[in-house]
C-alpha cells in the first residue's frame, strides 16, 4: 500500500459482523431447538397390552404436544429462557451489555470514519481512545448481549470468546498490518495504549 493511497472504507467489517450475526442467530434459534425436542419416544417391536397401550396414547399425545413445541421454535418468544431467577439476572446483563453495545456504536459513526479514512487520518481521540475498533467491538458486545438473553451462560461465554478470537487473528492479519504500514510509528504507539477489541481505559 502506497503512502498516498488510503485504506478500504469498508476494510473487513462486513465479513466479521455478518459472520458473527449469523452464528448468534443459529445458536439462539438451535440451541432452544435441542431443549424443546421431545425424548420419551416408545421403543420399536415393544408388545402391546393394554398398559402399553394406553402409554402409547400419552407418548402420541407428549409428542404432537414437543411438535407443537418444536414449531415454536422459530417465534422471537419461544427462542428466549423462562422466567428463572438465573434467567432474569442473565437478561439483565444482556440489556446492559446490549445497551453498551449502541452507545459504543453511536459514539464510533458520529465521528463520521469513512471521511477520516479518505483523508488518511489516524483516529485517536472519543471512542477511539478507550478502544481501536468500535464498531466491530459494538457488534461483539450486542451479539453477546442477545446471547445473554436465552438464559445460557455457558452458550454466551462460549460464543463471545469465539467472537473475540476471530476478531482478535482477523485483525492481526489485515487492518494492523495496514495501518501500521500507512502510520507507521504512530499507530504502533497508540496499538500498546489502547485495546483492540473491547473498551477500557487507556495505557499511561
Known amino acids: 500500500m502506497s503512502q498516498t493511497s488510503h485504506l478500504p472504507v469498508m476494510g473487513v467489517g462486513p ?19 435441542n431443549t424443546s425436542l421431545p425424548t420419551n419416544i416408545q421403543a420399536p417391536n415393544t408388545p402391546v397390552t393394554n398398559s402399553t397401550s394406553s402409554n402409547l396414547t400419552s407418548v402420541s399425545d407428549s409428542t404432537s404436544s414437543g ?9 422471537l418468544s419461544a427462542a428466549f429462557s423462562p ?3 438465573v434467567a432474569i439476572i442473565l437478561a439483565i446483563l444482556g440489556i446492559l451489555i446490549i445497551l453498551l453495545g449502541l452507545i459504543i456504536y453511536i459514539l464510533a459513526i458520529k465521528i463520521k470514519i469513512t471521511k477520516a479514512i479518505k483523508e488518511n487520518r489516524l483516529l485517536t481521540a472519543g471512542i477511539y481512545s478507550v478502544v481501536r475498533n468500535p464498531i ?18 455457558l452458550l454466551a461465554l ?18 494492523e498490518k495496514w495501518l501500521a504500514k ?4 504512530p499507530y504502533l504507539e497508540y496499538c500498546k495504549k489502547v485495546n483492540r477489541c473491547l473498551p477500557w481505559f487507556p495505557k499511561k
Open 15 to 33: 465479513i466479521y459482523v455478518i459472520n458473527i450475526v449469523i452464528i448468534t442467530i443459529f445458536a439462539i434459534i438451535f440451541g432452544h431447538a
Open 67 to 75: 411438535t407443537q413445541s418444536v414449531s415454536q421454535i422459530f417465534t
Open 83 to 85: 422466567r428463572t431467577p
Open 136 to 153: 466491530y467491538s459494538a457488534w461483539l458486545l450486542l451479539c453477546t448481549g442477545f446471547l445473554l438473553l436465552t438464559g445460557s451462560l
Open 158 to 175: 462460549s460464543l463471545f470468546l469465539l467472537f473475540w478470537l476471530y476478531l482478535t487473528i482477523l485483525m492481526k492479519h489485515t487492518e
Open 182 to 185: 500507512l502510520y507507521g510509528d
